[in-house]
Each structure stands twice: as C-alpha cells, then as structure tokens.
C-alpha cells in the first residue's frame, strides 16, 4: 500500500531584490535598464524616429510663435525671446509622450509572458518601473542634444549646468509618470485598447494646461487656476528657468516638489499594482 506523506512542501519563497538597501535598488535598477536598452541599440532608427514629432513642432509651431509673441519677448515669455521659452517645453513634451506610453510595452509582454518570467527574477519591485522609465530618458538626452545644437544658430542659448540640472528633474519627473503608466497598463490588461483611451484623454488637457505650446497669462482665469493644479506646469516653468541658466530660482524648487511628489506617488502605485499583477 502506498503511504502518502503528510508533510505538505515549502512553498517557494516570493523573490527578493539581489541586495538589500539603496545599493541593490540601484544594481537591480541597472540590471533592468541595460534589459530594456538592448532593443534600442540594435534599433538606433527608433531614437530618429523619434526626433520627428519635436522637430515638426520646432519648425512648424515654432515661426508662428515667432510671429504672433515675439514681440512679447519682455513681457509673457520672458526676457530670452520665443526660443529660450518654447525650446525647454518641447523637451518636456518629449519626456512626457517617451515616459506615458512605457505601459505599453508591459500589455506587450502580458502576451508573450515576460512580465511573468521578469516578475520571478531576484529584482527588486520598484526597480522594475525605475529602469523601464529612465529607458525613456536616454533617448531623450540625445534628442535634447540635437534639438540644442540645431536651434544655437537661430538664437537659442545654452547654459550646460542649467541643461544638465533640468535632464535630471525631467529623469526624476519621468520615473513617476512611467511608473504610473505601468499601473494603468495593469489595471487594464484584460480590454489592452483602454490603456490608449485614458493615455490620450490624461495627456492633452495637461500639456495644454501647462502652458507647454502657448501661455497662460492671457488665458481665462479657470485655466490659470487649473494650472495650479497641474505638477506639469511647475515642470515646463522650471525647465524654462534652468535652461536660462537661473538654478536659483524659486521656480525650479517647485518644479522639483512637482516632480518627487509624482516620483513618490507613482511608485507607490506602481509598486502596488505590480504585487496585485503577480497574484
């Protein structure tokens, strides 16, 4: 007669990060980044794919601007003319299509089952959503680069440490917001065409109330007042101020609040959603 053991077996234990602490956040982070990378450097023509949206707006929305604000330059736009206004907001714009649709390629990879294989890998949660977001960021600090170089001859002026400061809170801002974009791509797996709906719907009101493509000042007043409410604006106002080189500016410690408080609660979501993903 066979004798069935009544010891059940150990269930296996839920992965852990590689280290513990800040360290093994920023080995496992890595890890994930260079994962994600490997595509982009075997497809390079993605990153001048890239380069068409931000440069159709430099070279269409650009002269319009010119013609109908320039001559505000002292006034709504500031004392660095239309360039140093609008330049700075279409690496924000960058930055916000790049990071928003990260969640897209998870629906991808819920069908092929990666997400799975990379859910039981000894990495870390949160550096899951950190590395897939600043994937989005190193194309961007070389279409930043490009963008920079081609606007110099039309009057745009570069400060490196205000540029480098400002690729660095847009990288701060872009882990939040791709960390929020792994959420909803979670919460909708099932019906994936609900991640577009809700994407698209999110990103234009804010761009448009930040004061991104036009300003606000002569705007009604219940779009000046949304825009407080919009941690997007105190981001396009801090670019502007810090690739004008004022790092001092009172505006760009906001625009630093906007984009940790977004870092903050979008890996608290995404953390969250991605155990509720794994149940």
Not at 202 to 229: E, K
């Amino acid at each position: 007669m066979t004798t069935i053991s009544a010891t059940a077996p150990s269930p296996t234990p839920a992965p852990q990060g590689t280290r513990s602490g800040p360290l093994g956040l920023l080995r496992d982070t890595g890890i994930v980044l260079t994962r994600e990378l490997r595509p982009l450097l075997h497809d390079p023509f993605s990153v001048i794919f890239g380069m068409i949206q931000p440069l159709v707006f430099l070279g269409l929305f650009g002269p319009l601007l010119v013609g109908s604000l320039g001559g505000q330059a002292g006034t709504t736009l500031g004392d660095g003319g239309v360039w140093q206004w609008f330049v700075p907001a279409i690496l924000v714009m960058t930055a916000l299509f790049g990071t928003s649709t990260t969640g897209a390629n998870l629906l991808f990879e819920f069908q092929t089952g990666a997400h799975e294989r990379m859910l039981v890998a000894p990495l870390s949660r949160p550096s899951l959503l950190v590395g897939r977001a600043l994937k989005e960021m190193v194309p961007l600090a070389g279409q930043a680069v490009i963008i920079v170089l081609v606007m110099i001859p039309f009057g745009f002026r570069l400060y490196p440490v205000g540029a480098l400061v400002g690729l660095a809170l847009l990288a701060v801002f872009g882990v939040g917001l791709g960390a929020l974009s792994y959420a909803l791509a979670i919460a909708v797996r099932k019906q994936d065409w609900m991640f577009w709906v809700v994407q698209q719907t999110l990103i234009f009101p804010l761009m448009l109330l930040s004061g991104m493509l036009l300003p606000l000042d002569t705007g009604p007043g219940w779009m000046r007042v949304a825009a407080h409410f919009n941690p997007l604006a105190y981001l396009v106002d801090a670019e502007r101020a810090l690739f004008a080189g004022d790092l001092g500016s009172t505006t760009v410690l906001w625009g630093w609040v906007a984009a940790l408080v977004t870092a903050a609660v979008g890996l608290t979501v995404g953390v969250r959603a991605m155990a509720r993903s794994a149940d």
